[in-house]
């Protein structure tokens, strides 16, 4: 079956410019993620979503990001007033939610959004 | 704070040897623990995971092993393959409830024909 996608593959923007990120979860998986990866550096988490609860923002570094989840599939990542510093790639991941409490449920992760601001 | 650490950014093994990749974490919390392969362009692709409850899981050519005083775990991968050829990231999770996961900054292995 289809893996998770994203759009745009690569995205070149001007500093200060507004951009929009896709992801395009795993169809069933019920859980989203976002995590950047910056040159040199591990992934890093951004935020998530489970299902109908509210979103877990607590890896947003600024009030320039945000993300939504339209009808608990699809999720854009928007990163306003764009800053050199937010040059990465954006990694999208989906899991299924199994509700066993002894494990935790593989994220399987997009090819990512290579961000670069000029 | 790097709370996932991956001391070693680069390693080369001869085909057919074991490669062994090192991780350390901080976070006493950290319950579950996975390890991902990375190929370029590519996002990462789960490889193996373990419990907090186990000190080791093996999947075919590849074992992780825990050791929780240390908070250190290893991936061994034998024999090496030219296909292992990756980027390796460790990460690990609080499991259960609270899903998202910690990176390391990766260890690049090449395997060497």
């Known amino acids: 079956g289809a893996g998770v996608s994203q759009s745009p593959s690569n995205k070149v923007t001007e500093k200060g410019k507004d951009v929009e990120l896709r992801c395009d979860p795993i169809?069933?998986?019920?859980?989203l993620y976002w995590y950047r990866q910056s040159l040199g550096q591990g992934l890093e988490f951004l935020i998530y979503?489970?299902?109908?609860?509210?979103?877990?923002k607590s890896g947003l570094p600024s009030d320039r990001f945000s993300a939504e989840r339209t009808g608990g599939s699809v999720s854009t990542l928007t990163i306003q007033r764009t800053q050199q510093e937010d040059s990465a790639v954006y990694l999208c991941?989906?899991?299924?939610?199994?509700?066993?409490?002894?494990?935790?449920?593989?994220?399987?992760f997009g090819p990512g959004t290579r961000l670069t601001v000029l | 704070d790097q709370q996932v650490k991956q001391n070693s950014p680069s390693l080369s093994v001869q085909e057919g040897r074991i490669s062994i990749l090192n991780c350390d974490y901080t976070?006493?919390?950290?319950?579950?623990f996975l390890w991902y392969k990375k190929y370029p362009a590519e996002g990462p692709t789960f490889l193996i995971s373990?419990?907090?409850?186990?000190d080791k899981n093996e999947d075919g050519r590849f074992t992780v092993f825990l050791n929780k005083s240390a908070k250190h775990l290893s991936l061994h991968i034998v024999p090496s393959q030219p296909g292992d050829s990756a980027v390796y990231f460790c990460?690990?999770?609080?499991?259960?409830?609270?899903?998202?996961?910690?990176f390391g900054t990766g260890t690049r292995l090449t395997i060497i024909p």
């Open positions: 979503f489970q299902g109908n609860s509210a979103p877990d």
């Open positions: 976070n006493s919390m950290f319950d579950y």
């Open positions: 373990i419990s907090s409850i186990k």
């Open positions: 991941a989906s899991s299924v939610t199994s509700g066993r409490i002894e494990w935790t449920d593989t994220q399987y």
């Open positions: 990460a690990a999770s609080r499991g259960f409830g609270n899903e998202k996961l910690t």
């Open positions: 169809s069933g998986h019920t859980a």
